[in-house]
């Protein structure tokens, strides 16, 4: 059955990145394979490689990258994030919001392993309570991913996007009130720290406006984006210009900045997503893949769903989840995807992320607390079980 090389190719991937294989290979060996078994000739499997390269919507998505890879370093290198934090640990009066809020400030940047750099500042937050070390890895891990349900430097959404040809602007309207119940699902462990500061902040106008001016870069891109209509490339480049002009940046500096920012590995993996997907499309696996999952008992979506779980539990990465899963599941759909569908994946995708010690961040996390994984993982269990349920439930009463 033609469907059964497609899910052949993918049970083989899922082993390469079981085994810690490097992404990027992986995935264009996949298509390499897929074209073998297809028996895709050699001049059309380069064609597709060609078509990629020249998709406009692979050119736009490499540019955001290196934009924002460009714009998060100069907000490193500048101080902004710095500056944003001393405000907030004299700003904030409650030590609950404080903990919540500090991991929260460093995932408005999409740094693999950012728990690690806002771990120390919930240490010290939490400092003098009972909480053990499980429970403050909870915190500094949870509340560090809230953003990537909705803030649109996140790649895992730009790729979801792109991938199920969906407005990225609506795409992120569906995804946020996800983003409020994942901050509401990891009270109960807000709950157990004192509700006073040890030392209340003064609320003083001078602090917040430190807050307020150092935020502000990332509160244009995410107004311009999702109140203006701005596309993504447009308000990062702008926001990005105006920062390289206000702090006096040369070609020179600009250099400097690009040789210790872009990741060329993320841009060949993005890349490499993408042929995978019109390696699906070219060798003909759209059409049988569906036929094959109408004959399941099973309905798709708990298909998709179990389907995207196990990508994020294997990758432990958000973004790369999405690369894999979605090209995977437009090819099942016949190339079409209805928002509430593209939803559901993405929360059953970036659910099986967080809860895998591949991830980055946990390993991190727990490692910095010293804490035990297994009960780390267990507390995670309640949330992420209830978010996925939730999201399941909402795509059945709306379809």
Request: hydrophobic letters at 55%.
């Amino acid at each position: 059955m033609p469907a059964l090389k497609l899910i052949l190719v993918f049970a083989l991937m899922m082993v390469l990145l079981w085994q810690r294989a490097p992404l990027a290979p992986v995935i264009f060996g996949s298509s390499c394979l897929l074209a073998i078994l297809y028996r895709l000739p050699l001049n059309v499997f380069v064609t597709a490689f060609w078509q990629t390269l020249g998709d406009p919507s692979t050119i736009e998505l490499e540019l955001v990258l290196v934009l924002i890879m460009l714009f998060e370093g100069l907000l490193k290198k500048e101080g902004y994030l710095a500056r944003m934090l001393d405000g907030l640990l004299n700003l904030l009066p409650s030590r609950r919001l404080l903990a919540a809020t500090l991991p929260a400030f460093i995932g408005l940047m999409p740094s693999m392993g950012g728990a690690l750099f806002s771990a120390p500042l919930v240490a010290q937050a939490t400092a003098d309570t009972t909480l053990s070390p499980e429970e403050k890895s909870v915190i500094n891990y949870y509340y560090r991913h809230i953003w990537e349900y909705c803030l649109p430097l996140y790649p895992s959404l730009l790729i979801t996007s792109q991938v199920c040809e969906l407005p990225l602007t609506k795409l992120i309207q569906a995804l946020v009130p996800y983003g409020l119940l994942v901050a509401l699902l990891g009270w109960p462990y807000l709950r157990r720290i004192p509700a006073e500061k040890k030392c209340p902040g003064n609320g003083s106008f001078p602090l917040i406006k430190e807050v307020f001016l150092n935020i502000l870069p990332v509160l244009v891109v995410v107004l311009m984006v999702l109140f203006l209509q701005v596309r993504i490339l447009i308000a990062v480049g702008l926001v990005l210009a105006v920062l390289l002009v206000r702090h006096r940046y040369t070609p020179r500096h600009l250099l400097s900045l690009y040789r210790d920012t872009v990741q060329v590995k993320i841009l060949l993996l993005v890349l490499g997503i993408f042929f995978f997907k019109q390696t699906i499309l070219t060798t003909g696996a759209v059409a049988s893949l569906s036929y094959f999952l109408e004959g399941l008992a099973v309905p798709d979506f708990v298909v998709f769903g179990i389907f995207a779980l196990l990508v994020g539990l294997i990758t432990g990465t958000v973004s790369y989840s999405m690369g894999i899963i979605f090209p995977v599941v437009m090819a099942a759909t016949g190339g079409h995807i209805n928002m509430p569908l593209a939803v559901f994946v993405f929360i059953a995708g970036f659910t099986g992320a967080m809860f895998t010690p591949m991830h980055l961040c946990l390993s991190l996390t727990v490692d910095f607390f010293r804490a035990d994984l297994r009960q780390v993982l267990r507390m995670l269990v309640l949330p992420e079980a209830a978010l996925i349920a939730i999201a399941a439930t909402v795509y059945i009463i709306t379809v």
